[in-house]
C-alpha cells in the first residue's frame, strides 16, 4: 500500500455526515502523516467519534472522502488492515493472562501463526509489558491494561494508530509510561492520531493539534505556535486566595481576574507577566484579600482551548 496524498498515511477531505437533521460534520479535513503526533480535540459533541468512525471505516461519510494508505477504509478491508484502533473501553479479555490476550488478539487480527511469537514479544517491548506476561489482565493497574491495550492493537504492525483517550482513569506515572508508548511508535514512523481530552498530554506530544467544534475543524497547527499566536507575549497570573468574600470578589474582579473553576483560583493573561506579581499582591492586601500564592506561567494548550470552546467565538 501506498500513502496517500502529500505522503500522509490518512487523508480527510470536506467530510461532511448527518444524522437526520443533526449536521455531525460540517466539511472537515486534515491529514496524517508517518511519524506523526496529530491530537484531536474538541468539547463534547464537537464531531470527534463521528469522525473517529469515519476514519476506521465503521461508517460512510454523506460527502466527502477519506483515504487509508491511499484506499477508503469503508469499502476496502485491506485500508482497515492498516489501521490499529485503542478504544476508551479497554478491548480485552480479563480473565486471560497478558500473553494470551496478545496472542488471541494477533490471530484475529490476521498475523500468521508463524508470525505471531515474533509479533507479541514486539507489542510488549513497545509497551513495556514483558514483565507481566503471565499476569491476568484482571488483576492489573489501570496503567498496565491501557498498556496492554495499545499492545494488543499494534500487533499486525498498523501504518495508522488511533487512540481515543487512553490515559482515562490513569495516574500520572502510568500518563507518562503511555507518552513513552506513543513516542516511540511515532520514531518508528507509525502515523498516530490521537483523540484526548488530556490538553497537557497533546501540548507535550502532539506535532499538531486540530480543534473541532460543532462539527467542523477551527484551528489546526502546531501547538507552540498556536499558542504564541493567539496570547502573544502575555502571561497567566494564577492568584490563590484565601476564602474570598463578596467584597474581595468584587476587588479580584477589579484587577481583571476571573475564577477558574476547575483549578479553584483567580486568573488572568497579563504582558507584564512576574513584573505583576509584586503590585497586584500589594493592591489586593489594600483591599483586605488575603493572598496565598501568585504564580506566572506561559499560557497552556488549556487557555486555547478554553478560547475555541467558547459559545460564540469561532477561532
Same mark, same amino acid.
Given at each position: 500500500?501506498?500513502?496517500?496524498?502529500? *505522503?500522509?498515511?490518512?487523508?480527510?477531505?470536506?467530510?461532511?455526515? $448527518?444524522?437526520?437533521? &443533526?449536521? $455531525?460534520? &460540517? #466539511?472537515?479535513?486534515?491529514?496524517? &502523516?508517518?511519524?506523526?503526533?496529530?491530537?484531536?480535540?474538541?468539547?463534547n459533541g464537537a464531531g470527534k467519534t463521528t469522525l473517529v468512525r469515519t476514519v476506521c471505516g465503521r461508517l460512510k461519510p454523506t460527502s466527502g472522502e477519506v483515504s487509508l494508505a491511499g484506499r477508503d477504509p469503508f469499502s476496502d478491508g485491506e485500508a482497515r488492515?492498516?489501521? #490499529?484502533?485503542?478504544?476508551?473501553?479497554? $478491548?480485552?479479555?480479563?480473565q486471560l493472562t497478558v500473553a494470551e490476550n496478545l496472542q488471541t488478539f494477533a490471530r484475529l487480527s490476521g498475523v500468521k501463526r508463524r508470525d505471531v511469537p515474533a509479533a507479541v514479544a514486539h507489542a510488549m517491548a513497545v509497551t513495556r509489558t514483558e514483565e507481566r506476561t503471565g499476569s491476568l489482565v484482571r488483576l492489573l493497574?489501570?496503567?498496565?491494561?491501557?498498556r496492554v491495550n495499545i499492545a494488543a492493537a499494534i500487533l499486525a504492525h498498523p501504518?495508522?494508530?488511533?487512540?481515543?483517550?487512553?490515559?482515562v482513569g490513569v495516574d500520572q506515572p502510568a500518563r507518562e509510561a503511555i507518552a513513552e508508548v506513543l513516542r516511540q511508535l511515532r520514531g518508528e514512523g507509525v502515523g498516530i492520531l490521537l483523540v484526548?481530552?488530556?490538553?497537557?498530554?497533546?501540548?507535550?506530544?502532539?506535532?499538531?493539534? *486540530?480543534?473541532?467544534?460543532?462539527?467542523?475543524?477551527?484551528?489546526?497547527?502546531?501547538?507552540?505556535?498556536?499558542? $504564541?499566536?493567539?496570547? *502573544?507575549? &502575555?502571561?497567566?497570573?494564577?492568584?490563590?486566595v484565601a476564602d474570598p468574600t463578596a467584597v474581595h470578589v468584587a476587588a479580584l474582579a477589579a484587577e481583571g481576574l476571573a475564577i477558574r473553576a476547575e483549578a479553584g483560583a483567580w486568573t488572568c493573561l497579563s504582558p507584564e507577566g512576574?513584573?505583576?506579581a509584586g503590585p497586584l499582591a500589594d493592591r489586593l492586601a489594600a483591599k483586605g484579600v488575603t493572598v496565598r500564592e501568585i504564580r506566572v506561567r506561559r499560557p497552556s494548550l488549556a487557555h486555547l482551548f478554553a478560547r475555541v470552546a467558547e459559545p460564540g467565538l469561532a477561532a
Open positions: 500500500m501506498t500513502p496517500g496524498p502529500a *505522503g500522509s498515511i490518512l487523508s480527510v477531505q470536506d467530510v461532511r455526515h $448527518a444524522f437526520g437533521a &443533526r449536521q $455531525a460534520l &460540517r #466539511g472537515v479535513s486534515l491529514e496524517v &502523516r508517518p511519524g506523526e503526533i496529530y491530537a484531536l480535540l474538541g468539547p488492515a492498516a489501521l #490499529g484502533l485503542v478504544p476508551q473501553a479497554l $478491548a480485552l479479555y480479563p493497574s489501570g496503567g498496565f491494561q491501557r501504518r495508522l494508530l488511533v487512540l481515543d483517550e487512553p490515559t484526548t481530552h488530556d490538553l497537557d498530554q497533546a501540548q507535550d506530544l502532539a506535532d499538531r493539534v *486540530g480543534f473541532l467544534k460543532d462539527g467542523e475543524k477551527v484551528l489546526e497547527g502546531a501547538p507552540g505556535a498556536l499558542i $504564541a499566536q493567539a496570547f *502573544g507575549e &502575555r502571561m497567566e497570573v494564577e492568584v490563590d512576574y513584573a505583576l
